[in-house]
């Protein structure tokens, strides 16, 4: 089954494709993606936790590839030493402390700006505003500038990397080779790194550049993946909470009425879409994985949205809901030594969009495409809708 499943098919509706191999095949091999894909969530664990068996540490592994070797691309002592002068900032009390009130404010700000946008009719030509390109982006973009500290925040230009940067990872799991437009891009985003590590005492980045345990080059690195981590899992993550829930009336009139669901509303939406689904590894030995025989080299790449939605853990997988007791279980920040870095921030921003939509724009509700469909989440390995578009209800 998985030899017929090609890329366009993983980049779009992919869900219904991934609960037929979770039937029949977890580990199954595609041709189209030169590896194994695994789509059931124990196996999944299994891989995500033993980085001995199944690392990072190759070659082959996309982002090293556009950036340079960092934490998200080495195992065992090297990723502790590239990953620990990063790490106390994003503890879960530090960014409580440090972002909580500024993340809020500037989530209403933002808020604030498409609630009199849609009283002023300055809108696209179906009468709607669009919250990824109006919030989910934006707050993203400017968290991560302020926690980095970066001299230059604008974030037309902060996004503008991080598009090309982004599209350029895609390409290379797709099979491209690393694009001139990409390189041009991370030369840019090196550019303002080391001004920052310069100009910028006090900052994140000059803190752990002083730290004096990784070089200019891994610097860099790890910023690119940690700023572009950043933006890429907030936006999407923000994204498809927003569209989830506005997109069902019942859920949504369930958390405006408790608004202690809101928290349990962004974990099922990062249970039901994960803004980053594919999670590649490289077996180091022959080994078997859930009754398949997995030789020393092959690429196993774990699908996220297939496990978070295994049925095994999650009983009607494919249902929204926000009261989910075991939405916590769900992997979208991954499990075992590469666990997501910012998903604390991640989640109070989500969180805090989440707070001043439903404050300042209390009868928005999601608009449909021209057929009356819900905008869907697409992407091979980042997962998010094109838009978000909404409108005033009644």
Not at 39 to 55: C, F, G, K, M, S
Not at 74 to 88: Q, S
Not at 350 to 379: K, S
Request: charged content about 25%; some cysteine; proline content about 6%.
């Amino acid at each position: 089954m998985g030899a017929s499943l090609m890329l366009d098919e993983l980049a779009g509706d992919v869900h219904p494709h991934l609960a037929r191999l979770r039937a029949t095949e977890p580990v199954s091999w595609l041709p189209a993606l030169g590896g194994w894909l695994v789509t059931a969530r124990d196996p999944a664990l299994e891989v995500l936790r033993d980085a001995e068996t199944y690392t990072v540490d190759d070659p082959r592994f996309s982002t090293a590839r556009v950036v340079g070797p960092s934490m998200l691309s080495t195992d065992g002592d090297e990723h502790g030493r590239h990953r620990a002068p990063f790490a106390p900032p994003f503890q879960a009390a530090v960014v409580r402390d440090g972002f909580e009130a500024w993340t809020a404010a500037e989530a209403r700000r933002l808020v604030g700006q498409v609630a009199r946008n849609l009283e002023a009719r300055d809108l696209d030509e179906r009468g709607r505003a669009d919250l990824r390109a109006a919030l989910a982006g934006p707050l993203a973009v400017a968290v991560i500038a302020r926690a980095l500290g970066l001299v230059d925040d604008d974030p037309d230009r902060i996004l503008g990397w991080y598009r090309v940067i982004s599209a350029g990872v895609e390409g290379v799991n797709a099979g491209r080779e690393v694009a001139d437009e990409t390189r041009r891009a991370v030369a840019d985003l090196r550019d303002e790194v080391d001004r920052t590590v310069a100009e910028a005492t006090g900052s994140m980045l000059a803190e752990v550049a002083g730290d004096g345990s990784l070089t200019a080059d891994e610097v860099f690195s790890n910023t690119a993946v940690v700023m572009f981590g950043a933006i890429e899992t907030s936006e999407g993550m923000t994204s498809n909470a927003l569209a989830h829930l506005l997109g069902d009336p019942d859920q949504l009139a369930d958390v405006r009425a408790d608004r202690s669901l809101v928290e349990g509303a962004v974990e099922e939406s990062l249970r039901m879409e994960p803004a980053a689904t594919l999670v590649d590894r490289y077996a180091t030995r022959d080994t078997d994985l859930a009754g398949v025989d997995v030789r020393a080299g092959d690429l196993v790449t774990v699908s996220l949205a297939g496990a978070n939605r295994d049925p095994a853990t999650f009983p009607e997988p494919d249902r929204y809901d926000v009261a989910r007791p075991e939405a916590h279980l769900q992997l979208a920040f991954v499990k075992g030594p590469h666990l997501c870095l910012g998903r604390h921030l991640a989640r109070l921003q989500t969180i805090a969009a989440i707070e001043a939509v439903l404050d300042l724009l209390p009868d928005a509700v999601l608009d449909g495409t021209p057929d009356g469909d819900p905008p869907g989440a697409r992407g091979l390995v980042f997962r998010k809708p094109t838009t978000v578009p909404i409108r005033r209800g009644g």
